[in-house]
């Protein structure tokens, strides 16, 4: 899947979280400047699996800190 259309898609899933339009840049992290709690990142993650058709192990979870490296994330295991 090409950077841009993660991308886009990755906002949609965040917009879909209540995360303002404002906060999403590649470098905000999640919990810190996003403000996911732990109710919003379950929901950030069931989203992110249904619309990129992946499933993320609970071992790489640390892997998915930021907006970036969840582009970073996603590039590798999405066809």
Known sequence: MKQERIR????KVLRKTG?????????AALTEELLMDEVDLTCF?????????????????SMLNSVGS????LQKHCA
């Open 8 to 11: 886009r898609n990755l906002y």
């Open 70 to 73: 969840t582009i970073e994330y």
């Open 45 to 61: 993650l069931f989203l992110l699996e249904t619309k990129f058709e992946v499933e993320i192990e609970n071992s790489e979870l």
């Open 19 to 27: 995360v303002p339009r404002n906060k999403i840049v590649e470098d």
